[in-house]
């Protein structure tokens, strides 16, 4: 029995397995941890989408369009609930809202950064890493007149989004 009870070497070799348990999980943790913080979150697709959901929602009505759109005094800011300040030069954002009747277009009115809707054209045949989102919705609607008319909503976003960090 004293043979048995005085053996260590077993006892060493369960400790450096332990260690080595120990810090497989330790990395796990560090590697798992600066992944995600290292990731970058793109929306610019998200955004324009839900830009575009937001103006159209406003603009249309249970099918029909809001007649006040083609008003001088109409603004699509106030309406919308939208700060006109993202829409500066030099925005990141930027959208377009054309009617058209039978006969062309007849309404049209753009804010925010004019270039992002030819980077919008050029990124429906390539895919580009730094240019906007961009989102169209077309829809045949009815105005007041119940005359069939074609509402175009254009909406991008170039909103780079940023690492992960803590705060």
């Known amino acids: 029995m004293n043979l048995v009870k005085n053996k260590k ?10 260690f080595f348990v120990l810090f497989i999980i330790g990395l796990g943790i560090v590697l798992g941890v600066m992944i995600y ?22 603009l249309v009505d249970k099918g029909y369009l809001n007649p006040r759109i083609f008003e001088d005094s109409f603004d699509v800011f106030d309406n919308c609930g939208l700060n006109r300040e993202v829409f ?17 277009l007849i309404h049209e009115n753009a804010y925010g950064d004019f270039s992002f809707e030819k980077n919008c054209q050029i990124t429906e045949k390539i ?25 175009v909503v254009l909406t991008a976003s170039n909103q780079v989004g940023e690492k992960v960090s803590v705060v």
């Open 127 to 151: 895919d580009a890493e730094r240019f906007p989102g961009c989102f169209t919705r077309t829809m045949n609607i009815l105005n007041t007149n119940e005359e069939k008319i074609k509402l």
């Open 37 to 58: 913080y290292s990731a970058e979150t793109v929306v610019k697709k998200v955004e324009a989408e839900s830009l575009n959901q937001r103006i159209f929602d406003c």
């Open 9 to 18: 070497a077993a006892e060493k070799l369960i400790s450096v397995w332990w």
């Open 88 to 104: 500066a030069k030099g925005s990141l954002f930027y959208f377009k809202v054309s009617v058209y009747n039978e006969k062309g």
